[in-house]
C-alpha cells in the first residue's frame, strides 16, 4: 500500500506540473495563507479541498470534533503562527455534519481517551437538551449538536489571549463559523461570525461599566 501512495504521489506532481508548471516553485518560495482553518480530522473533509483552494492558501489545524479546548497548546500554538507570524485574517472554525466525535460523544459507550476530548461536546448537548429536544430524531440532534459545536469553537477563539492582543493592536481579523455536508459537499455559513468590530464594543461597554 505505501508503495501505491508514492505512486499516485508521483502521478499528482507530474500531473500538477504539466498543467502548471511553475506550481511547486510558487508554492516552495512563499507561505501566504488567506485563512486559517480549524476543523475535524475526519478524512473525508480536506479543508482545502471542499473549500476549493489551493495548499497555499490555508494553514491548517484539525482534531477529532474540531474542538477548541483552552489548553489545546497545539491549536494554541497553530493560532499564534497564523495570526502573529503569517497575518492571516480570516479564520474559520469548520464543523461537518455527520461527525463521529459528535456521535461518540452522545453514545452511552466507553471510547478511552476521547471520551475526555469530547467532553466540551456533552457539556453542550447537556445545555441545549430542551432545544435538541425539539429535533425530529436522533441524526438531526447531533447535526444540530455540529452545529453548536462550531459556534462554540467561535467563541472560544475569539477569547484566546492571542485574539484578544490582535484586536487590541487593531488587527482587522475575523473569525466564522461554517458547516460542511457530507451528502451534498456544500459548506454553510452559520452566521456566528466575530470580528474586531464585536471586541471594540464589548471593550466600551467594559468601560463604562468601570
Request: charged residues 25%; contains cysteine.
Amino acid at each position: 500500500m505505501l508503495n501505491d501512495l508514492l505512486a499516485r504521489n508521483v502521478a499528482w506532481s507530474k500531473q500538477r506540473y504539466d498543467e502548471e508548471p511553475d506550481y511547486f516553485t510558487r508554492l516552495a518560495a512563499l507561505q501566504a495563507p488567506e485563512f486559517f482553518w480549524i476543523g475535524c480530522s475526519d478524512s473525508r473533509v480536506p479543508a482545502n479541498v471542499v473549500a476549493g483552494l489551493d495548499p497555499g492558501e490555508v494553514f491548517v489545524h484539525r482534531n477529532v470534533a474540531n474542538i477548541v479546548h483552552s489548553s489545546d497548546m497545539n491549536l494554541l500554538s497553530a493560532l499564534e503562527f497564523a495570526v502573529d507570524a503569517l497575518h492571516v485574517r480570516e479564520i474559520i472554525v469548520c464543523g461537518h455534519y455527520g461527525c463521529g466525535g459528535v456521535k461518540a460523544a452522545t453514545e452511552d459507550l466507553p471510547h478511552g481517551l476521547a471520551d475526555h476530548w469530547l467532553e466540551p461536546i456533552r457539556r453542550l448537548a447537556r445545555s441545549y437538551a430542551v432545544d435538541l429536544g425539539r429535533e425530529p430524531d436522533l441524526e438531526a440532534q447531533r447535526d444540530r449538536l455540529a452545529e453548536l459545536n462550531v459556534v462554540e469553537g467561535v467563541r472560544r477563539v475569539c477569547e484566546t489571549p492571542i485574539l484578544q492582543r490582535a484586536w487590541r493592536r487593531g488587527a482587522d481579523v475575523r473569525v466564522h463559523g461554517l458547516i460542511y455536508g457530507l451528502k451534498d459537499g456544500r459548506l454553510r455559513d452559520l452566521d456566528c461570525s466575530i470580528g474586531p468590530g464585536h471586541f471594540q464594543a464589548a471593550q466600551s461597554t467594559q468601560e463604562a461599566v468601570q
